[in-house]
């Protein structure tokens, strides 16, 4: 974990296209774009998290001599272009949406405007950090939604596939809104909370449950919960628990956070039974904690069982997204600046799969809000330089079966660019918030969608539409590309 410096971090045909264009210069400035194409999970939105650590990585740009001796060892890279590296740093210009925002697919999350060499090597890094903690933090929110108001912990470490994995993947689940993580270092590096009980080893290590559950609470009687499950939860685990609860309430301890935690078994049968018996004894407001493999879908099960769990742990099928374990982000050229003119040639990549063909051009996002609900319309892609009224009407229209239309009346919407300036001319312009300010932020985010695009399955897809000038310059280019791929057949009968 080379936490300053990442430049090696990159796909070896990065650097054997940065020689090429090294050899071969046109001084070209390009656009690159790093945007995903499917929410995850097939959910209604997506959440974009990792751009601290795209800065930190940016800012970091640099071979080290060491660097420069590995590539040399390699024997693919000339003396030249590694004299060249030495140097080396980003000069470039660099947009993107805000961490903690709602994002939908096909909008770039990432915009890089640098020369080519530049814009090449960061691809891979990029669509790295970006993709994982978006996912993550997808994944969380999704868990979080589930959950409906309970807290929710992240303590997948020990399944993470890593420690980066670990660490950025509570991060992410942190910006969605997690209360807390297991994970120390994570805690220390980013100044969120961190939390948890104990483990079954600690029962198993005294000479009964009684003891083990009474010592604990002597030392951590502000956050007493226990771990009810290692031998038999509602004959053993609870009374056990009920009993210490006793001995303190009697003692002058005033309970606040403590409860209980089921990591196993029929979770809405035990915790119903455990809430009884706990309110029997007058502790009707114990928290019940449950963990054991869940993720968004058991926990809404749960919950529509009228299970009594007022708390989750959530491990392994968080920090993996073990459903949907890629976000699926790619990284293209958009555009070409003309050196005589300075204007950027629109670029276009075709594909058989509709879907992979790419929106051309220098584009930012407007977000229409309707302006009496407070709720996401519709997002619009268009070009960088279009600007719009909102006391005008504006029609909407679907890119791909554009016959699909919607009116939205001027007065009634407002609108909000996503994509904000980070890198100027290689300096970074942007102050990243504290992660538990994106908490904030993601918190406002999830309250501008409707609940039908929240849903875990089926949800409400959100309207991205392009622009009329973007969609005419798309139908351009495809056009063109046509008529030379004509020609071209023509040529060879």
């Given amino acids: 974990m080379r936490a300053n410096n990442l430049t090696l971090l990159t796909d070896f045909y990065e650097l054997t296209m940065m020689q090429g264009y090294f050899k071969n210069p046109t001084d070209q400035t390009v656009i690159f774009d790093m945007f995903y194409r499917t929410n995850p999970s ?29 590539l040399e060892s390699l024997g693919s890279f000339d003396r030249d272009f590694l004299e060249y590296l030495k140097n080396f740093h980003f000069s470039g210009d660099i947009y993107a949406i805000p961490e903690g925002t709602v994002v939908f697919p096909r909008e770039p999350l990432v915009k890089v405007i640098a020369p080519i060499m530049e814009a090449q090597l ?13 996912l993550i933090a997808t994944k969380a929110s999704r868990v979080v939604h589930a959950a409906a108001g309970d807290g929710v912990m992240e303590f997948g470490l020990r399944r ?15 910006i969605a809104g997690c209360i807390g993580t297991s994970n120390v270092l994570t805690g220390q590096m980013f100044h969120v909370p961190v939390l948890g009980t104990h483990a079954h080893s600690w029962i198993m290590s005294f000479p009964d449950e009684y003891t083990a559950f009474k010592t604990y609470a002597k030392m951590y009687p502000d956050a007493c919960i226990l771990l009810v499950d290692t031998y038999d939860v509602l004959n053993s685990g609870v009374p056990n628990a009920i009993r210490v609860f006793e001995e ?10 403590y409860g209980i935690r089921i990591d196993s078994g029929d979770l809405a049968y035990l915790s119903k039974e455990a809430y009884k018996m706990l309110c029997t004894a007058g502790f009707d407001d114990a928290v019940i ?12 099960s749960l919950k529509s069982q009228d299970a009594k769990i007022n708390s989750w742990g959530v491990g392994t099928n968080l920090i993996t997204s073990a459903d ?11 555009a070409v600046q003309d050196p005589a003119t300075g204007q950027f040639i629109p670029k276009i990549k075709l594909s058989e799969n509709t879907e992979k063909v790419t929106n051309p051009g220098n584009k930012t996002i ?40 919607t ?23 942007y102050q990243s918030p504290s992660v538990m300010e994106l908490q904030a932020i993601c918190r406002q985010e999830m309250s501008t969608l409707w609940e039908e695009c929240k849903r875990l399955t089926n949800p409400h897809e959100v309207y991205v539409d392009l622009s009329q000038k973007l969609y005419d310059m798309k139908a351009e280019l495809l056009e063109q590309m046509s008529r030379e791929a004509m020609e071209l057949d023509e040529n060879q009968e």
């Avoid at 982000?329 to 958009?334: E, I, R």
């Avoid at 939205?408 to 970074?428: A, D, I, S, W």
């Fill in 42 to 70: 097939n959910g209604g939105y997506a959440i974009a998290a990792g751009l601290e650590q795209v800065i930190e990585y940016i800012a970091n740009l640099r071979f080290t001599d060491e660097d420069i001796s590995y």
């Fill in 122 to 134: 960061v691809e891979t890094t990029i669509l790295n950090i970006i993709n994982h903690q978006s």
């Fill in 160 to 174: 993470a596939q890593g420690p980066d994995a670990g660490i950025f993947g509570a991060r992410a689940a942190m």
């Fill in 248 to 257: 303190m309430r009697a003692e002058g301890v005033h309970l606040t956070r």
């Fill in 289 to 300: 904690s449950a963990s054991s493999d869940l993720d968004e879908y058991l926990i809404h």
């Fill in 324 to 334: 949907n374990p890629a976000f699926g982000g790619v990284y293209k050229l958009a």
């Fill in 366 to 405: 407007y977000r229409i809000y309707s302006k009496k609900t407070g709720k996401i319309k519709a997002d619009l892609i268009c070009l960088a330089d279009e600007r719009f009224d909102e006391s005008q009407d504006m029609v909407l229209f679907d890119p791909v079966d554009t016959w699909k239309k």
């Fill in 407 to 429: 009116k939205v009346l001027g007065g009634k919407y407002t609108m909000r660019e996503l994509l904000v300036p980070v890198f100027q001319k290689g300096k970074c312009v």
